[in-house]
């Protein structure tokens, strides 16, 4: 089992950048493919980024271009980096771990952490 905790959450204006973190502890972080999912109030959770333990990833097209997935396997760690928001980039921010090696969807995944709020005004 594997125990998620994220940070780097915040307010920010429209245009801006943050940094998400998802913190692993428990099993090997290395062996799981990890994601970033968001949910914005009244819609249903959405698949973000994903990243294999080869380093492959994949983005939903929404965020190709602007937010950048990443893992730091020596500290137990993964990223998201997240420039040029916009206001739609609203949502609690959750990463997952999963022991399939593509994982996109919502049921792929077995581990969750308990998100982080993301709120960009415009």
């Known amino acids: 089992q594997v125990q998620l905790v994220e940070s780097g959450g915040g307010l920010v204006q429209a245009g801006e950048s943050l940094r998400l973190s998802c913190a692993a502890s428990?099993?090997?972080?290395?062996?799981?493919?990890m994601g970033w999912f968001r949910q914005a109030p009244g819609k249903e959770r959405e698949f973000v980024a994903s990243i294999t333990l080869r380093t492959s990833t994949s983005y939903a097209d929404s965020v190709k271009g602007r937010f950048t997935i990443s893992r730091d396997n020596a500290k137990n760690t993964m990223y998201l980096q997240m420039n040029s928001l916009k206001a739609e980039d609203t949502a609690v921010y959750s990463c997952?771990?999963?022991?399939?090696?593509?994982?996109?969807?919502?049921?792929?995944?077995?581990?969750w952490g308990q998100g982080t709020q993301v709120t960009v005004s415009s």
């Open positions: 428990g099993r090997t972080f290395s062996g799981y493919t």
């Open positions: 997952a771990a999963s022991n399939l090696y593509i994982a996109t969807r919502t049921i792929d995944y077995d581990y």
